[in-house]
T-cell receptor, first 111, second 109 residues
Framework: DTEVTQTPKHLVMGMTNKKSLKCEQHMGHRAMYWYKQKAKKPPELMFV???????INESVPSRFSPECPNSSLLNLHLHALQPEDSALYLCASSQESDTQYFGPGTRLTVL | GQNIDQPTEMTATEGAIVQINCTYQTSGFNGLFWYQQHAGEAPTFLSYNVLDGLEEKGRFSSFLSRSKGYSYLLLKELQMKDSASYLCAVRYNFNKFYFGSGTKLNVKP
């Protein structure tokens, strides 16, 4: 099983809303990642969790707040987003530094 | 990031062979991955190289030269469903993954 699941599939939110994106994997992977992908651009790394600890934050604005409640779950809490934050948000997981497997993504629209 | 360069777009004919090149900055290199991405979908893993040479997987092969900072993805017996973007991703310092801008492949009948 190489499945990473993400919910919701689509999300529309206002600039004053608070919402969360969720990601789950049951492959026993110990590294989990959040990426942001704008149309016709490659995925951009946002955060890396390794063994449930934040190991990389690629200078992401504080309106994005990641959380790793356990080894299978990864959340991305959103607050006071801007319209330019509209994008596809991808979660991935990997075993140590091995191949990353991506979830289907959450398409976020900020109005 | 990390100067990962790929051609923007390529066109090939069904049944043909196409080679998509990728060059990257070598400092801190730990591995190179190729992904396929259809529009609006997540990237799917195709191949992985960490040592020099050719890795073959069915119709897809990937080559790596670490000293030259160069890789290519070879697609044989092209099918219409191979029309997609192909992303070269490089792992640096064991934990950081950077993607090239992707190569949009158009397969024509």
């Amino acid at each position: 099983d190489t499945e990473v699941t993400q919910t919701p599939k689509h999300l529309v939110m206002g600039m004053t809303n608070k919402k969360s994106l969720k990601c789950e994997q049951h492959m026993g992977h110990r590294a989990m990642y959040w990426y942001k992908q704008k149309a016709k651009k490659p995925p951009e790394l946002m955060f890396v969790y390794s063994y449930e600890k934040l190991s990389i934050n690629e200078s992401v604005p504080s309106r994005f707040s990641p959380e790793c409640p356990n080894s299978s779950l990864l959340n991305l809490h959103l607050h006071a987003l801007q319209p330019e934050d509209s994008a596809l948000y991808l979660c991935a997981s990997s075993q140590e530094s091995d191949t990353q497997y991506f979830g289907p993504g959450t398409r976020l629209t900020v109005l | 990031g990390q100067n990962i360069d790929q051609p923007t777009e390529m066109t090939a004919t069904e049944g043909a062979i196409v080679q998509i090149n990728c060059t990257y900055q070598t400092s801190g290199f730990n591995g190179l991955f190729w992904y396929q991405q259809h529009a609006g979908e997540a990237p799917t893993f195709l191949s992985y190289n960490v040592l020099d040479g050719l890795e073959e997987k069915g119709r897809f092969s990937s080559f790596l030269s670490r000293s030259k900072g160069y890789s290519y993805l070879l697609l044989k017996e092209l099918q219409m469903k191979d029309s997609a973007s192909y992303l070269c991703a490089v792992r640096y310092n064991f934990n950081k993954f950077y993607f090239g801008s992707g190569t949009k492949l158009n397969v024509k009948p």
